[in-house]
């Protein structure tokens, strides 16, 4: 027998017998599914905490990457968010089962999974809310299940209504002119939030990512930003209003890679509901204030979408494999969305990384910046740009790209230093990295009455 014939046949006999567990894991089996996976692939892995639950469990990460703990420049950063909401259990399901196909195909010399392992930084947190898991599975263990419980927080709110509302500055700026990206946090943002939203955003404020989703459950569809509703329409008793935001047909694309790399979202009719092409704008379902993805894309250069998995909250246990077989090439096939657009270096005249660079593409109101070594990564669907990179006291460099559908383009700045020294060339003054301060009083109080009247109207969602 060849060698080649051999190995292969060590690998089928490895893949037969490779323990896949399709069960719910409680805290503490989750975190030794984390270090397992982590043991398997040390080279390739790593297990990181980004704080604490109210209850004190540890928010773990895994990561996937060459050189795990550090950002190589040009490498984008992408990550995947799940059981936000407590008792939404088929994200985390979903997320361990995605870490432990990860590292076998790794090992297994998976071509199309080595490529993505080595050229980019995918960061996996399978439970945001470990203590509304806990209440969950003890409820269904004793099947006194509600809809909602344990979707909530320990301190009873819901995580995903806990981010600062960033989106009233951005549709005030649209009108009136201001920053178009970065936004700044509220001061005292610290005393508003929850520690697991608090955790989440000292994560993403410390990593440049691009691209992520956030996974939940009780519908099936993919969900893009606007989450909040501009117009304060009211259909039936629901607020809704499409809302896009200025990369709208970008998110929608990411949106139906999803939809259509999984088994069944695309067919559009799932849990009595009807979403074309299994996707939809938050805001035209059901608008909400405060969420996640809508603070993803306001306040760092990080795209989010939101995945809806499942009809039913909390599947059975017989289920999570067949739920993992209609999700598993979308789960790949999104992650690979990261490497698109057009990405490069922001240096200045002496090789010197430019951080903070903004980055703005003609046509389209939303600018990204460069991360701490002076890269960026600016998702574009194919088509010809006009791309300016600017940085305070840099004259400003543009340049003409044309974007395939492949492969990002690199595209590199070398900006000069603007004369006179003494004349500063500034975009304004919240232009740059995490802008600095945005005018008092943007929201009117009678705009903000009216939010809290409309909140009360709001339904109890997915
Ligand atoms: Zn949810």
Not at 126 to 134: A, F, I, K, V
Not at 214 to 219: E, F, I, M, R, S
Not at 230 to 237: A, D, K, M, P, Q
Not at 420 to 438: F, I
Request: proline share 6%.
């Amino acid at each position: 027998m060849s060698d080649l014939v051999s190995i292969f046949l060590q690998l089928l006999l490895f893949k037969l017998v490779a323990p896949v567990t399709f069960r719910h894991h409680h805290y503490d089996d989750l975190v030794r599914t984390l270090y397992k996976v982590h043991n398997e692939c040390p080279h390739v892995t790593r297990v990181y905490s980004i704080g604490r639950s109210v209850k004190g469990r540890h928010l773990y990460v895994l990561e996937f990457s060459d050189y795990p703990g550090i950002h190589e420049p040009l490498e984008p950063e992408v990550k995947y968010v799940g059981n936000m909401h407590g008792n939404e259990v088929l994200g985390r399901e979903l997320l361990l089962q995605l870490s432990e196909f990860l590292c076998e195909e790794f090992r297994n010399r998976n071509q199309r999974i080595i490529q993505l392992v080595e050229g980019t930084r995918i960061h996996i947190l399978p439970s945001m809310n470990p203590d509304g898991y806990e209440v969950a599975a003890a409820a269904q263990d004793r099947d006194t299940s509600g809809y909602l419980v344990g979707r909530n927080n320990a301190n009873g709110v819901d995580l995903n209504r806990n981010f600062p509302d960033l989106n009233t500055y951005i549709y005030y700026n649209e009108k009136n002119g201001g920053p178009n990206h970065h936004l700044p946090l509220p001061d005292n943002w610290k005393n508003q939030v929850e520690p697991e939203t608090q955790a989440v955003i000292q994560w993403i404020r410390s990593f440049n990512f691009v691209l992520s989703a956030n996974l939940h459950g009780g519908a099936v569809v993919a969900n893009y930003p606007y989450d909040k509703s501009l117009e304060h329409r009211v259909r039936g008793f629901r607020r809704t209003a499409n809302t896009p935001t200025p990369d709208d047909t970008l998110f929608q694309k990411l949106a139906k890679v999803y939809s259509y790399a999984h088994g069944w979202m695309h067919q559009g009719w799932n849990c009595g509901d009807y979403f074309p092409d299994g996707i939809t704008n938050g805001a035209s379902w059901y608008s909400l204030s405060k969420g996640m993805q809508d603070f993803n894309y306001l306040h760092t250069n990080c795209f989010e979408i939101t995945l809806e998995l499942s009809c039913d909250k909390f599947p059975r246990q017989e289920e999570l494999q067949r739920e993992w077989l209609g999700n598993r090439e979308a789960l790949i096939q999104f992650l690979e969305q990261v490497h698109q657009g057009i990405k490069g270096m922001v240096r200045d005249e002496n090789y010197n990384n430019l951080a903070d660079a903004v980055i703005s593409v003609s046509g389209i109101n939303h600018d990204v910046t460069s991360g701490d070594h002076g890269d960026y990564f600016r998702l574009l669907l194919p088509g010809t740009y006009t791309v300016t990179a600017t940085a305070p006291r840099f004259d400003p460099e543009t340049v003409s790209v044309t974007v395939g559908p492949g492969e990002p383009k690199l595209v590199n700045f070398q900006l000069k230093r603007s004369t006179p020294p003494a004349a500063p060339k500034r975009r304004g003054p919240n232009s740059g990295h995490r802008g600095r301060v945005l005018p008092k009083k943007v929201q009117p109080r009678a705009a903000r009455k009216k939010e809290m009247m409309m909140k009360q109207s709001q339904r109890v969602p997915a």
